[in-house]
């Protein structure tokens, strides 16, 4: 079900399928936020694939009640939560269990995407540790933005749609260095195992 007139901005089938192929199974169990929720296709789509909770935000009525009818439709309602309310204000003033994902998709061409990760950025507690954050855009909304804790890591374009990921620059960093770990260890590994190799290859004493 879509919502009526052009006051929302739902993803591309295409898109959703690269983000959720992206995703993988990091998305079970996690604590989602979907702000500007317009019809719900994304926060949706992570219920379905194991998401614990979805909170969904959006200022239009009939969005909201779309969102609803959808997850009525697909029996997944006892797992979220559907508030009409304007994005940034629930962003200031939400207390409780922070999010490991949050997906922001406001209308096109109005900067709202910048002011609602800067409000991220602000506010550390609204992210659990590893969290990622993905804007939704237009590709020519692409601009630089002054970030104090969260950082870009990666960039997808798909058509007339563009995901942007954030997360925690101190994450980022943990994970970048626990790769480096792994990296090391395997080329220890993979030493040890030719050293051996070696050794096996050795004439050993003929009585």
């Known amino acids: 079900m879509m919502v009526p007139g052009d006051s929302t901005r739902p993803i591309t089938d295409r898109a959703k399928s690269?983000?959720?192929s992206i995703l993988g199974t990091w998305i079970?169990?996690?604590?989602?936020?979907?702000?500007?929720?317009?019809?719900?296709?994304?926060g949706i789509e992570c219920l379905s694939r194991g998401a614990s909770f979805v909170h969904f935000v959006d200022n239009n009525r009939r969005a909201v009640e779309t969102i609803q009818a959808n997850l009525h439709h697909c029996g997944l309602a006892e797992a979220a939560v559907v508030e009409r309310g304007?994005?940034?204000?629930f962003l200031e003033r939400t207390r409780g269990e922070p999010f490991d994902f949050i997906y922001i998709a406001p209308p096109q061409y109005e900067g709202l995407w910048r002011k609602a990760l800067l409000a991220i950025d602000a506010r550390p507690a609204l992210t659990a540790d590893y969290a990622t954050i993905v804007v939704q855009i237009h590709p020519v909304e692409r601009a630089p933005v002054e970030l104090t804790r969260l950082q870009e890591y990666d960039r997808r374009k798909y058509g007339s749609v563009m995901l942007v990921f954030y997360a925690d620059a101190k994450d980022l960093g943990e994970t970048a260095a626990e790769a480096m770990d792994e990296e090391m260890n395997e080329e220890i590994d993979e030493e040890m195992d030719e050293e051996i190799d070696d050794g096996l290859d050795e004439p050993g004493d003929v009585e």
């Open 18 to 20: 690269a983000l959720f």
């Open 86 to 89: 304007d994005s940034f204000q």
């Open 28 to 42: 079970e169990g996690a604590r989602v936020l979907d702000l500007f929720g317009g019809t719900g296709g994304v």
